[in-house]
């Protein structure tokens, strides 16, 4: 229900403000500040998207979540969008988002809204790197990662093999 109302009002506002604001400065110069600002948003968004970026960089090469920097760059793209898209109340919407106190204050509010059960991140070899569990701190969350066949009892090894400990246990074939 609300996308569909957010659908329906935004341009509504939109076409509102077209007419009060060319209504009081004319034509020509609202639809230059409307190119005016799409310009000026775009090149906001790309410094501070570079950055948003770096930020996810360093949070997945220091193990740390990268759930802040996620969503600062996720805002930072919803922001250029709304300052791409023609209008005023969009482009201060998209102006707003590129505050990053305001990207604070959205995530506090979503933070109060979403629950985060875990985090985990690998290496390349598959083997858990690092996790948060708020609710569960002793879960072992541990994986080993192997292959195994199974032998008959003509491939078992002689009693007593390797007893000298030199060379290989003989459970193992190569």
Do not use: C
Not at 13 to 30: H, K, N, R, Y
Not at 36 to 62: E, I, N, Y
Not at 63 to 86: C, F, K, N, Q, Y
């Amino acid at each position: 229900m609300w996308l569909f109302l957010a659908f329906v009002m935004v341009p509504i506002i939109e076409i509102a403000l077209f007419i009060q604001v060319g209504g009081l400065i004319g034509t020509w110069p609202t639809l230059a500040i409307v190119v005016l600002t799409a310009f000026a948003g775009t090149r906001l968004m790309k410094a501070q998207g570079a950055l948003a970026l770096r930020d996810v960089q360093r949070s997945f090469s220091d193990m740390r979540d990268p759930t802040e920097p996620l969503a600062h760059g996720a805002m930072i793209l919803v922001s250029g969008v709304l300052l791409l898209t023609p209008g005023f109340f969009t482009d201060a919407l998209g102006l707003a988002l590129l505050v990053p106190g305001v990207r604070r204050g959205v995530l506090a509010y979503l933070r109060a809204k979403v629950q985060v059960h875990s985090f985990a991140s690998h290496t390349m070899h598959g083997q858990a790197a690092h996790s948060q569990r708020p609710h569960n701190r002793y879960h072992d969350d541990t994986v080993i990662d192997g292959e195994f066949s199974a032998l008959d009892d003509a491939d078992m090894p002689p009693k007593g093999a390797n007893a000298g400990g030199s060379g290989p246990s003989g459970w193992t074939k190569h």
